[in-house]
């Protein structure tokens, strides 16, 4: 790290683009080009070694009965609450194996290097089946699976349960789950409160037509990312050294003097766990559509706690599969990381009492590992007809810690009366934003 007073302005950093020299591709026939005359982002992606895979695959699984290791039953569910499964025949309930033990994805992630993948978070074939097709080995029927919608099915004749356990490429089977342990009575409970606390101001047709008995169970396709690191960052800090006014009644004007430095810091960092939304639906942060951004309000998830995949987990509840692939995300993961480095060097800038702008960045991403997981997340949702489709409003319930936000639709009238009433927009609009978007 360095701090220096600012003379010149910096140097500009070189830019490249389509067509510039380094960016041509040599011609077929020509000689092969030498990495070390490339831009430092074109060499590394060149030189970075493959994917590395890790298989959580459930061998035992693979023919999508889930039995009871006591008796062999396959009518098991899940015991709310808990992240035990339980034999619905003799009662028998046993633990999912922790992933993170399992296959060692809480350590080396300082010693990561190149890109990690587990197995269900491998890229998805555009050709993948949605319908799966088992052979029910008790009576011979043939079960189909829509994994569009469901995960689980029965046997019509012998009332086998079938899961679908097989990591096919189509982002239905993740490598792990995150079980339920907020049962349903409890998430409508909180969300009953939650809207009873903005009340006062809610839409009229939403309070008629609020029902949050209908609140949904859904398993959230998330990408967890392990990741070493490191980023530079420049710009420029101000520590005033005097202030003073000029001018006199309704010209006054304050003025700030400033010594101005160049800020250079370095950091290396790892992070473990970071959550990404692997569904492009969940993604869509446009917040004049929807609420989508209510649901990263209620991280964290104890993704430590999760076990691995086995569709028996999902009885009861839906789920929406992964459509984005590593590479799709990379950089929504490199914004995050971006961010994570300024808040790391945010401790060592604080004698620059007038701030820092940081103008130049650079971040070197190491390694990662990737895993695949279903969170657990209670959904209640309201669609406000508008302009554009109108605005889908979502308030969510954390599935396992109950963490509440959402966003409800209020009346602008009220606000405005109470705007009227109070004689101070400002209350006005800090009401808005509690009520409509916290």
């Avoid at 062999?72 to 035990?84: A, V």
């Avoid at 909180?190 to 029902?211: G, P």
């Amino acid at each position: 790290m360095s701090d220096s007073r600012i003379p010149p302005p910096l140097p500009p950093r070189p830019v490249t683009g389509p067509g510039s020299p380094q960016d041509v591709p040599p011609l077929p026939g020509s000689l092969p080009v030498d990495p070390a005359t490339l831009p430092d982002a074109i060499r590394e992606e060149l030189e970075a070694p493959d994917p590395v895979a890790i298989d959580t695959a459930a061998a035992e699984l693979s023919d999508g009965l889930n039995r009871c290791p006591k008796c062999g039953s396959t009518d098991i569910r899940h015991k709310l609450g808990t992240d035990l499964l339980v034999c619905l025949y003799c009662r028998n309930e046993w633990d999912g194996a922790r992933v993170e033990e399992l296959f060692g994805f809480g350590e080396g992630i300082a010693d990561l290097r190149g890109t990690v993948i587990a197995s269900g978070a491998r890229d998805i074939a555009a050709d993948a089946a949605v319908l799966m097709t088992f052979k029910c080995t008790g009576c011979g029927a043939e079960v189909t699976v829509n994994t569009e919608s469901a995960m689980t099915a029965r046997c019509h004749w012998c009332r086998h349960v079938f899961g679908v356990n097989e990591q096919v490429p189509n982002g239905a089977v993740p490598d792990a789950v995150l079980p339920f342990h907020i049962k349903k009575d409890d998430a409508v409970a909180r969300i009953r409160q939650f809207v009873d606390k903005r009340r006062l101001f809610a839409l009229k047709a939403f309070k008629e037509q609020f029902t949050p008995e209908n609140v949904v169970g859904v398993y959230l396709p998330y990408m967890i990312v392990d990741c070493n690191a490191s980023a530079d960052v420049r710009g420029k800090g101000e520590i005033k050294t005097r202030q003073y006014t000029r001018g006199t009644d309704n010209n006054k004007k304050t003025y700030y003097d400033a010594d101005i430095y160049r800020v250079e810091r370095h950091v290396d960092f790892t992070v473990d766990d970071l959550p990404l939304e692997s569904s492009t639906e969940r993604g869509n942060l446009d917040i004049r559509v929807n609420t989508n951004n209510i649901i990263n309000t209620i991280l964290p998830f104890d993704t430590k706690n999760a076990v691995k995949w086995n569709a028996s987990y999902l009885s009861g509840f839906t789920s929406e599969k992964r459509n984005s692939n590593v590479e799709h995300l990379h950089p929504r993961l490199e914004d995050q990381l971006l961010s994570i480095a300024r808040a790391q060097v945010e401790a060592s800038v604080r004698r620059y009492d007038r701030g820092v702008r940081w103008e130049q960045e650079k971040l070197d991403v190491h390694g990662t590992r990737w895993v695949s997981m279903y969170l657990p997340v209670w959904l209640y949702s309201y669609h406000q007809p508008g302009a554009n489709g109108g605005m889908l409003h979502y308030i969510a319930v954390n599935g396992r810690t109950g963490e509440t936000m959402g966003s409800v639709p209020v009346q602008q009238w009220k606000l405005l009366l109470a705007a009227l009433t109070t004689g101070t927009l400002l209350e006005a609009i800090a009401i808005a934003i509690l009520v409509g978007s916290s």
